[in-house]
């Protein structure tokens, strides 16, 4: 069945660097979503890319949908102390009903000042 | 516009016992949608409710159940508590007009089976 990977699952950056991760999946996918959990907080939508190879950018981060629509990226430049938490790249199955998602296991990103 | 509302926010159970756990979704959203969080297994799906009927449904033992009610509000319940359900229950809601399937999470129920 459909698998959602995510790599990789700790990263740890010094302020002012940049880093990526990424997300693969076994399977097309209709579209990609990812979040950020803070920690001790709750995941929260940060965008949703739905074409092939598209690419969008929200201040200092750029989100990208694979040309297969098989795997994604989420790049941070210059990262900050506000960047650490949990990224989880997250899509529906084409099969099931659109309210379930299915999770990477994200990216835990710690940043040292 | 308020955000999901899920109580509490805190629990705490003796293996054995059942809980039941509330979510009230963002106005206007019909789909509710509920996760299990573990420090070892991640985020993983529960059952999505929509406009009362259950859609889909993960893969977890039938003493985790749940319901919606006209209102959209849903619960879930868990039954005969045992020490590996101790984790972090979220809801979120949705809609496919209102926000095709972007979820928008609860604050979350942290649950510890002691």
């Known amino acids: 069945g459909q698998q959602v990977m995510q790599i990789p699952q700790y990263q740890h950056v010094q302020e002012g660097e940049d880093f990526t991760t990424y997300c693969n999946s076994s399977?097309?996918?209709?579209?990609i979503q990812w979040y950020k959990q803070r920690p001790g907080g709750h995941p929260v939508f940060l965008i949703q890319l739905v074409k092939s190879g598209e690419v969008k950018k929200q201040k200092r981060l750029t989100f990208q949908f694979g040309e297969a629509k098989k795997n994604s990226s989420l790049h941070i430049t210059a990262t900050q102390t506000t960047d650490v938490g949990t990224y989880f790249c997250a899509a529906p199955k084409l099969t099931d009903s659109w309210g379930k998602l299915q999770f990477g296991a994200g990216t835990q990103v710690v940043v040292t000042p | 516009k308020a955000g999901v509302t899920q109580t509490p926010r805190y629990l705490i159970k003796t293996r054995g016992q059942q809980v039941t756990l509330s979510c009230s979704p963002i106005s206007g959203h019909r789909s509710v949608s509920w996760y299990q969080q573990t420090p070892g297994q991640g985020l993983q799906f529960l059952f999505e409710?929509?406009?009362?009927?259950?859609?889909n449904k993960g893969n977890f033992p039938g003493r985790f159940s749940g319901r919606q009610f006209s209102n959209s509000r849903s619960e879930m319940n868990v039954s005969t508590l045992e020490l590996g359900d101790s984790a972090l229950y979220l809801c979120a809601s949705g809609d496919p007009v209102v926000t095709k399937n972007i979820q928008y999470f609860g604050a979350g129920t942290r649950l510890s089976v002691l």
């Open positions: 409710y929509f406009s009362e009927t259950q859609r």
């Open positions: 399977t097309t996918l209709s579209n």
